[in-house]
């Protein structure tokens, strides 16, 4: 059979219809082939037929396609057939993967804290200028954000609050309400969540791009430790600024609070500090700020956790730091509920 | 002979802040040949490149290639240029999250009507055609070493059979033999296909095995562009060091004893 005009990828599907017309064995006549790729070559390779009149570059490719013709390669699949018990197993491996998981996070903690009493032997091997940096990064730069969000929080309560209590004429009570709540609990929990979303998926990142250029690896082979080099500044930047992150965030709150309780109930400023000093005390915002170092040391711990795994590939980095954040949120309200069970038990 | 110019740079000028990388750089490609792209480093080799496929706009200037103009053209005559083209890059750039084989047939899939199994024969000829063994079509491009990662990347860059090649460093960190190879593979290639490479490279071994021409950037242009032999007689402190070097020597002794 004799095939006219280009042989190529575009139009292969045309010429294996030919091929399929004509008899198995009859040779191919490439004399008027004005185009021929590698894929019409590896058509004609792999169709087993006589060439004719293929020119000198042509046969060189068609050699060179014949050559390289693989034997028949059976792809993997990609994803198994699924059997009635695959859930069963899910659930078997995902119970496992997950302990497996928990041991490798302790494990995690363990080498932190013994790192930790080994500073405390040489305190002079603390990366002073990695601390301030990251005080920068996680802390100053944190605070029109954590600034903001109390003080709407704040407003928010103060709105709601005297809502409700104008009901039975206890406006005045909305003080107490602000007061109570947020210094208690919502600044120091709200910006931990903040800075958890902030700051563990940045450690994650910068920790796990580092792995994966190979850079925890340059450390390592320098002699130095990562966990030292890496981990425990941000461990201590985030320690030191989260209290006063929550602090700033108290600040405002009760600042966003008091100005909607003047405006909305006629509170006025002097009486909101009379109130505030006669019925809360000093010892609600101690209370709620003795929390953001355990929190702080959460978020740093997982967001550097998750960055020293970072496999590889790009996905896992993505995966890791999503991961990241969320497990950092959801162990900041864990603690805070078991501190509060605490608190409650000892009557604080 | 006046071969046909495929890829035409007329007054590049590629600026970042202050530094200057080209300033009224012009370079003519023929079709059909290899061009090999030298350099110091820092002197902009990778940024024509990018600028060339479009990754990059450049600050001023005018590239057309197989006819286009490329910085004017619509986004659909872009493509249509792109898919005329193939790009190995450095280190592969392999999608991390597909397989080998769907590396390979990504670009068939994007832009090409072909049937799933014509595809996968396809990237397996590919894939076998650069010199990787059957089973890497399975594995994951984390689980390739250095070289197989490049080879995946230049698989995947002939996957569309383009008209120009553009390879970036395609034997950096390859040992010796799989280095000659990829020569000889690319000669192959180019004499079946009619593949014009422009080929950015500090391996003087690939310069003198596979390149046609040899263009030398330097002072932010193209300081000169000749065959090896006549690089040699250039009368540049560079571009004489760089090819009368003892690595040099040694690659134009091998070539001349073969």
């Known amino acids: ?348 | 002979m006046v071969a046909e110019t495929v890829i035409a740079i007329r007054g590049l000028t590629n600026r970042f802040g202050k530094t200057v990388v080209h300033e009224n750089l012009s370079l003519d490609v023929h079709r059909g040949e290899v061009l090999g792209v030298v350099g110091a480093s820092g002197s902009g080799k990778s940024v024509l490149l990018r600028s060339i496929v479009g990754l990059m706009a450049p600050s001023a200037g005018q590239i057309t290639m197989l006819g286009t103009d490329v910085l004017g053209a619509s986004a659909a005559d872009r493509a249509a240029v792109s898919v005329r083209t193939g790009v190995m890059f450095q280190d592969g750039a392999l999608f991390s999250a597909l397989t080998v084989r769907e590396n390979v047939e990504a670009p068939m899939r994007e832009r090409l009507s072909v049937d799933a199994v014509t595809r996968r024969a396809l990237a397996d000829l590919r894939i076998a055609m650069v010199g990787l063994p059957a089973r890497a079509g399975d594995l994951f491009p984390s689980a390739l070493s250095g070289g197989m990662r490049k080879r995946a990347g230049l698989a995947r860059a002939l996957s569309l059979d383009p008209e120009i090649l553009f390879l970036d460093e395609p034997t950096a960190g390859l040992d010796p033999i799989s280095a000659s190879a990829f020569d000889t593979l690319l000669n192959s290639l180019r004499t079946s296909l009619g593949l014009t490479v422009f080929l950015v490279t500090h391996d003087l071994d690939t310069l003198q095995a596979t390149c046609d021409r040899i263009a030398v950037l330097a002072d932010r242009r193209v300081l000169a562009t000749g065959t090896m032999a006549e690089m040699r007689d250039v009368d540049d402190a560079w571009v004489r060091s760089y090819f009368n070097g003892p690595r040099a020597h040694a690659a134009l002794a091998v070539a001349g004893s073969s």
């Open chain 1, 1 to 348: 059979m004799v095939i006219c005009g280009p042989v190529t990828l575009a139009n292969i599907a045309d010429i294996r219809t030919r091929f399929e017309q004509t008899e198995a064995t009859a040779p191919a006549d490439l004399s008027a082939v004005t185009r021929l790729d590698t894929a019409g070559a590896w058509l004609l390779a792999s169709s087993g037929r006589p060439i004719l009149g293929a020119t000198d570059a042509q046969s060189l490719l068609l050699a060179a396609v014949r050559d390289a013709l693989p034997p028949d390669v059976k792809a993997a699949p990609r994803k198994v057939h699924h059997r009635m018990a695959d859930p069963l197993a899910g659930v078997g491996i995902a119970v496992g993967a997950h302990f497996a998981a928990v041991a490798q996070g302790l494990g995690f903690v363990g080498i932190v804290v013994a790192r930790l009493a080994g500073l405390l032997v040489r305190p002079w091997r603390l990366r002073l200028t990695s601390v301030v940096h990251h005080m920068q990064q996680v802390g100053l730069n944190a605070v029109p954000i954590v600034a903001l969000m109390g003080f709407l929080i704040g407003i928010v309560l103060a709105f709601q609050g005297a809502a409700q209590l104008r009901q039975f004429g206890a406006e005045v009570f909305v003080v107490d309400l602000i007061a109570v709540s947020i210094l208690r609990e919502l600044g120091v929990l709200l910006t931990a969540i903040i800075v958890a979303g902030r700051s563990a998926s940045a450690f994650t990142a910068a920790i796990g791009s580092m792995k994966m250029r190979e850079e925890i690896d340059a450390i390592r082979v320098l002699g130095l430790d990562p966990i030292e080099l890496l981990v425990l500044p941000r461990l201590l930047a985030l320690v030191i600024v989260l209290p006063i992150l929550g602090f700033v965030a108290d600040l405002s709150g009760l600042f966003g609070g008091g100005l909607m309780a003047w405006t909305e109930l006629g509170i006025s400023p002097s009486q909101f500090r009379t109130r505030l000093l006669a019925d809360v005390g000093v010892a609600q915002a101690l209370v709620g700020l003795s929390k953001a170092p355990v929190f702080a040391a959460i978020i740093a711990l997982v967001g550097c956790y998750h960055g020293l795994q970072v496999k590889g590939d790009a996905e896992s980095l993505g995966m890791r730091t999503s991961r990241a954040v969320v497990t950092a949120i959801f162990l900041v309200i864990v603690t805070d509920a078991l501190f509060s069970v605490f608190f409650a038990v000892w009557g604080v």
